[in-house]
């Protein structure tokens, strides 16, 4: 099994900036993608930012321009620097990685538990 650890979140000022880490551990072949998602209530969950294992990245057109993402391929980690936030981007945010078990050798979508962001004045 793979799992996917976050940490990051929180409370934070319009104009503020957060950092988002998610770790990757457990049986993994190899990693393909990685990327953030978010959901705001009662809406469906939508891509924010997205890096491939060569660094190619894709964003969404409201973070574009504020939010950063990275990794670390020796880590298995990826990171989501958001700057200049602002109150619609409240919402919680998932770590994704697209990887092959090491068990299975099957590509499989996983997922992180989630972490509230807020941004309120």
């Known amino acids: 099994q793979v799992q996917l650890v976050e940490s990051g979140g929180g409370l934070v000022q319009p104009g503020g900036s957060l950092r988002l880490s998610c770790a990757a551990s457990g049986s993994i072949f190899s990693i393909n993608a990685m990327g953030w998602y978010r959901q705001f209530a009662g809406k469906q969950r939508e891509l924010v930012a997205a890096?491939?294992?060569?660094?190619?990245?894709n964003y969404a057109d409201s973070v574009k321009g504020r939010f950063t993402i990275s990794r670390d391929n020796a880590k298995n980690t990826v990171y989501l620097q958001m700057n200049s936030l602002k109150p619609e981007d409240t919402a919680v945010y998932y770590c994704?990685?697209?990887?092959?078990?090491?068990?299975?050798?099957?590509?499989?979508?996983?997922w992180g538990q989630g972490t509230q962001v807020t941004v309120f004045s």
């Open positions: 890096i491939t294992s060569g660094g190619s990245t």
């Open positions: 994704n990685a697209v990887a092959v078990n090491g068990a299975t050798l099957t590509m499989i979508d996983y």
